[in-house]
């Protein structure tokens, strides 16, 4: 067997390019990664989440230049990663059958498509794109809400690092307890736009069965996972409470 390090590219096949590409429109396709997955995902939820978040940090780590997509190195080093023992010849011809819009690069709507057994017609019909950028809209300003707060709260924590004594104190604690919150904050707003997108994908799917079963999925694994994050963060501010006491006491003490 032959490495894909050792074969020569030159002595391939040129790759010739698929009918299937000729008939998709894929100029609209995001180019960031993390909005492929989630283009993919509105597609296709019955994948779920937390499956396409792992395949997709995996697809990353291969992504050296962070462009969102594979050269057909990358793409072959990522089958050998996964178990693919093959010849160079053999790895090449299966990432020309994922490299859909046949570009020499594989993108990960591409590789999803593949390891998921999806279609990429249906992927990117025409009929679900208004409801699609309506998803994108609510997830960018539910990011777009998340970046600005951070940004406040990295003002104020400059600002309080100065101060000292039991003032500074005060306020190392009252971060503390408001860091659990910021979490819960985070999910909130991931929830709202996953709340977004599911309305979006009912509208568009309205008369699909199967659409209605991944929507109930959905909502019972958001509305699981948003009372577990409640119940965590309301268990670290009681501690957060219990410590700052505990300071104010031996503040009174030693004064």
Not at 3 to 16: N, Y
Not at 71 to 95: I, N, P, S
Not at 106 to 121: G, H, P, R, S
Request: proline share 2%; hydrophobic share 40%; charged share 35%.
């Amino acid at each position: 067997r032959q490495s894909s390090t050792m074969a020569a590219a030159e002595d391939v096949a040129p790759i010739q390019p698929s009918t299937e590409a000729s008939r998709v429109d894929c100029s609209n396709d995001p180019t960031e990664l993390t909005d492929q997955m989630e283009m993919f995902l509105f597609k296709f939820p019955d994948v779920g989440r937390e499956n396409i978040t792992t395949l997709m940090e995996q697809f990353r780590e291969f992504d050296l230049e962070g462009t969102g997509d594979l050269t057909e190195d990358q793409a072959m080093r990522l089958l050998e990663h996964r178990g693919e023992t093959k010849t160079f010849r053999e790895l090449r011809a299966m990432v020309a059958d994922i490299d859909i819009d046949q570009n020499r690069r594989v993108n990960f709507l591409e590789w999803a498509t593949c390891i998921y057994q999806k279609d990429w017609v249906v992927l990117h019909d025409l009929s679900t794109t208004a409801a699609y950028e309506e998803a994108k809209r609510a997830i960018a300003e539910a990011k777009r809400q998340e970046e600005a707060e951070a940004a406040r709260r990295a003002a104020e924590l400059e600002a309080e690092a100065k101060l000292t004594g039991v003032a500074g104190m005060a306020a190392f604690f009252k971060r503390q307890a408001e860091a659990t919150q910021d979490d819960t904050m985070t999910n909130e707003q991931r929830i709202k736009a996953d709340a977004a997108r599911r309305r979006a994908l009912r509208e568009a799917k309205e008369n699909d069965p199967t659409a209605a079963i991944a929507k109930q999925k959905a909502e019972a694994e958001a509305e699981a996972k948003h009372k577990a994050d409640a119940e965590a963060a309301e268990r670290a501010r009681k501690r957060a409470e219990f410590k700052a006491k505990q300071m104010a006491m031996f503040e009174r003490n030693n004064s």
